[in-house]
């Protein structure tokens, strides 16, 4: 059995401890009891759902986007080469079939996402708001989904590195459960909850409303 | 805000209280706060949306790293890994200085005006903590 078998298998068995664990920490959040707003509705909820999860993280509405513009453009192109570099590990057997266009597609999305990963952990670590917030998991969760990001760029140029990139690719998998990365699921409850909450309030969402973001 | 005025003897943690205090948490645990306690990335981009950042620009007043506080028990309580290797993720006991920041960070420091909620990437109900 050559590495690449090999190394792929480990990474669909890291895959699967990923999925088992973040399905204990839903059932760990469903298992809690939900907390009704008791107070009368005074905003449309589903529009401020619609809002949270779309309109609600544009810079024109949020401030914190506008001011920090640097980190928010970091962030997205390193969450979009994640997704990127997730895309090129179920492609990956069949790699060579994929379109020249596409293929150069992923790699500069990686590469870009690696940079912001890499650039994530300097600035971590530079900043003194964030170095006095960050803990050994912020850095090691950075780096590991970096080198992840960055070692799907260098299969698609170089497919003998295939093998240390499902290395890799198996360990972040197995990590997530245990580390911040599971904010990948929370990120949805805290979405909705937020959208329901301000909704529900007539803070966000409500069509009449002006509101200080 | 001093840290003097902690120094009353009703502010003083006995094993009693802290038991209490943990019991409380636990019940209080649901949904909204667990996603809450979860969720952040410690980010820091919440820091600017707080009245009392802008006017003093310490970390001791960024939401973050007064909700970060909380997250530290709650990680000693439910966080595998808070159990197993505590200072990986931040997870603390809570103990007398625990209790002077908590108390510092929910009425010192902290007018539930929700600002730094509606700036958070990631929508994070701040004032939970306080309540």
């Known amino acids: 059995m050559n590495n690449v ?16 664990g973040l399905a204990f920490k839903i059932n760990d959040i469903m298992n809690r009891p939900y907390k009704r707003d008791l107070s ?18 544009a810079p024109w ?34 790699l060579a079939a994929v379109p020249l266009l596409l293929s150069g597609l992923a790699v500069l999305v990686t590469a870009a996402g690696a940079v912001a990963g890499f650039a994530g952990i300097w600035m971590r670590w530079t900043e003194e708001n964030l170095r006095a917030l960050s803990l050994p998991d912020d850095y090691f969760s950075i780096f ?36 911040k990365i599971r904010h990948c699921v929370y990120f949805f409850y805290s979405k909705f909850f937020f ?11 409500h069509p009449d409303s002006d509101y200080a973001a | 805000m001093t840290d003097e005025k902690f120094t009353d003897e ?10 209490l205090a943990l019991d409380i948490l636990r019940q209080r ?6 996603a809450s306690l979860e969720v952040c990335v410690r980010c820091g981009v919440c820091a600017e949306s707080c009245h009392y950042y802008v006017a003093n620009p310490k970390v001791e007043h960024v939401p973050a790293y007064r909700a970060e506080q909380l997250r530290k ?27 002077n920041k908590l108390m510092s960070a929910a009425f010192g420091t902290c007018t539930m005006c929700g600002r730094c909620v509606l700036n958070c990437p990631m929508g994070i109900l701040n004032m939970l903590y306080r309540v």
């Open chain 1, 5 to 20: 078998v090999v190394t792929r298998t480990i990474a669909l068995i890291g895959l699967l401890i990923c999925i088992v």
């Open chain 1, 40 to 57: 009368r509705p005074r905003g449309n909820v589903g529009q401020s759902l619609l809002y949270a999860f779309t309109l609600g993280m």
């Open chain 1, 61 to 94: 509405e949020k401030e914190s986007t506008r001011i920090h513009w640097i980190a928010y453009v970091r962030g997205i192109l390193f969450h979009v080469g994640v997704f990127m570099a997730l895309a090129v590990f179920f492609v990956s057997p069949w």
């Open chain 1, 144 to 179: 590991v989904t970096s080198s992840f990001v960055a070692l799907a760029f260098a299969a698609l140029l170089w497919p003998v590195t295939l093998p240390i990139f499902y290395i890799v690719t198996a360990a972040m998998l197995v990590y997530i459960p245990f580390s």
């Open chain 1, 195 to 205: 959208g329901q909450g301000f909704g529900h309030r007539g803070v966000i969402g």
């Open chain 2, 10 to 19: 009703r502010f003083e943690l006995t094993e009693k209280k802290a038991e």
């Open chain 2, 29 to 34: 645990l649901n949904r909204q706060l667990d």
């Open chain 2, 73 to 99: 028990i709650y990680r000693s309580l439910s966080d595998p890994l808070g159990k197993a290797v505590p200072s990986w993720v931040g997870a603390a006991k809570l103990d007398q200085e625990m209790v």
